[in-house]
């Protein structure tokens, strides 16, 4: 995709959106950790219910750590994987306080040395907790960025060094968040919408669903 193209649909994702965020709730850099790490192979809507009542009752690595495998487990078995989420949550927990003094660490070579983290959720840590321009290609960014012809990649590190070159500086703070936005609720697996897509005109994908007509939005 040129450059002229790239740009315009980050205008356009701008426009439609000017102030995006994650829909995971938190109140704090660890909040969020935990929160992530829920959320593989999870909805937010289900990790924000369960985190909903465990931040009432342990809001930092070592309240969290105080209630141990099976009281952690209550709170969030209603979420799938939830054993072994537990099980490296708190070990997680345990590395926040033995080495970074209860905090979440800023740096991403800390944050994926914690059990459980993997690259793309230290650049959502760095993205949505501490501001850094990181791009974290989930399963709807890479769908995306590969359908629309934005940087198609073979696998997500591939896609994620793409956009972090072509996407404009300007754009690169919330690019994560108005892709994966995109990817759930318009440009969605099995049958985008679109007809009601607001980048259809300059989407790279070949075959754009119809509308009730019949007939493409673009036609």
């Given at each position: 995709?040129?450059?002229?193209?790239c740009?315009?649909?980050?205008?356009?994702?701008?426009?439609?959106?000017?102030?995006?965020?994650?829909?995971?709730a938190?109140?704090?850099?660890?909040?969020?950790?935990?929160?992530?790490?829920?959320?593989a192979?999870?909805?937010?809507?289900?990790?924000?219910?369960?985190t909903?009542?465990?931040?009432?009752?342990?809001?930092?690595?070592?309240?969290?750590?105080?209630?141990?495998?099976?009281?952690?487990?209550?709170?969030i078995?209603?979420?799938?994987?939830y054993r072994?989420?537990?099980k490296n949550?708190?070990?997680?927990?345990?590395?926040?306080?033995?080495?970074?003094?209860?905090?979440v660490?800023?740096?991403?070579?800390?944050?994926?040395?914690?059990?459980?983290?993997?690259?793309k959720?230290?650049?959502?840590i760095?993205?949505?907790?501490?501001?850094?321009?990181?791009?974290?290609?989930?399963?709807?960014?890479?769908?995306?960025a590969n359908?629309?012809?934005?940087?198609?990649?073979?696998n997500?590190l591939?896609?994620?060094?793409?956009?972090?070159?072509f996407?404009?500086?300007?754009?690169k703070?919330?690019?994560?968040?108005?892709?994966i936005?995109h990817?759930?609720?318009?440009?969605?697996?099995?049958?985008?919408?679109?007809?009601?897509c607001?980048?259809?005109d300059?989407?790279e994908?070949?075959?754009?669903?119809?509308?009730?007509?019949?007939?493409?939005?673009?036609?």
């Amino acid at each position: 995709m040129n450059p002229t193209k790239c740009q315009e649909i980050f205008v356009r994702l701008q426009a439609a959106n000017p102030k995006p965020t994650t829909e995971l709730a938190f109140g704090s850099p660890f909040e969020l950790l935990v929160s992530v790490v829920l959320s593989a192979q999870a909805t937010d809507k289900s990790v924000n219910l369960a985190t909903e009542k465990l931040f009432r009752h342990a809001k930092t690595p070592r309240a969290v750590l105080e209630l141990g495998q099976q009281g952690l487990e209550d709170f969030i078995k209603s979420i799938g994987l939830y054993r072994t989420k537990a099980k490296n949550l708190l070990a997680t927990c345990r590395v926040l306080i033995d080495k970074h003094g209860g905090e979440v660490p800023r740096a991403r070579e800390a944050l994926e040395e914690l059990p459980g983290v993997g690259r793309k959720t230290a650049n959502v840590i760095l993205n949505t907790a501490f501001g850094e321009p990181t791009i974290a290609v989930d399963t709807h960014i890479f769908r995306v960025a590969n359908r629309t012809g934005l940087a198609p990649g073979k696998n997500v590190l591939e896609v994620e060094r793409k956009l972090l070159k072509f996407v404009h500086d300007e754009f690169k703070h919330d690019a994560h968040h108005w892709l994966i936005l995109h990817g759930r609720y318009v440009c969605v697996a099995r049958k985008p919408k679109c007809p009601v897509c607001p980048i259809r005109d300059l989407c790279e994908y070949r075959r754009k669903t119809k509308d009730e007509g019949g007939r493409r939005k673009d036609e």
